[in-house]
């Protein structure tokens, strides 16, 4: 069975800095989906980027960015220019053959002023 | 913009209860999902509905059952409610299974 972790229960960062948030995953497939999403505080869940596992060009959002590594089966998140609205629980969440979401534990990530 | 609701925010119930967790989106998706979110644990899936009066079980379904009377609305029911189900739940759509899920606020159950 398929298995996502996130090994960093909370990460914090300096506003303006750039911080970086791991997920890695198992799996014996060779076509499936990659999502990020962010939880903000008693807000929706909403996603920050996706990457489909056959393309080898890493997706970029704005100031989000992922490093895909397949062969490691390692998808972190890069934010730049951290914001204090970036602040959230992220969650990495893998898409399987049968479209099911495969989510991590999550990570809290705290923006220092 | 899809716009996913739930019926409530927040709810205290005690054991033995029956629950309604009804969650309606607004853009015509095929799929709805339930989730629950526990702290550590991330989120697993109850059920989920391609289409309507369809259901099949997620990875947690005990304890609970759903309908889905119109595409649009989506029902998560708690047959007798106990404290071990005291969560967030999350309602989710999506048009087609690869596409982006879109998630409603979620309801903070707790069970005395």
């Known amino acids: 069975a398929q298995t996502v972790t996130q090994s960093q229960p909370e990460m914090s960062v300096q506003e303006a800095e750039t911080v970086t948030l791991s997920c890695t995953y198992d799996t014996s497939e060779s076509d499936y989906y990659l999502f990020w999403y962010k939880q903000p505080p008693s807000r929706q869940m909403i996603l920050v980027i996706r990457?489909?596992?056959?393309k080898q060009q890493n997706a970029t959002e704005n100031r989000f960015s992922v490093n895909f590594q397949k062969a490691a089966k390692s998808f972190s998140l890069k934010i730049s220019d951290s914001q204090l609205g970036d602040a959230a629980m992220y969650f990495c969440a893998y898409m399987d053959s049968n479209y099911q979401l495969i989510w991590g534990a999550g990570t809290k990530l705290i923006i220092k002023p | 913009d899809v716009k996913v609701t739930q019926s409530s925010r927040y709810l205290v119930k005690r054991t033995g209860e029956k629950v309604f967790l009804e969650c309606v989106q607004d853009?015509?998706?095929?799929?709805m999902f339930w989730y629950r979110q526990d702290p550590g644990l991330g989120l697993r899936l109850i059920y989920f509905s391609y289409d309507v009066k369809m259901k099949e079980k997620g990875d947690i379904p005990e304890g609970y059952s759903v309908s889905r009377e119109k595409k649009e609305r989506f029902s998560l029911i708690l047959e007798s409610a106990s404290t071990n189900q005291t969560s967030m739940y999350l309602c989710a759509s999506t048009k087609t299974y690869r596409q982006t899920q879109y998630f409603g606020p979620g309801t903070r159950l707790l069970v005395l």
């Open positions: 990457q489909e596992a056959y």
């Open positions: 853009m015509d998706h095929e799929n």
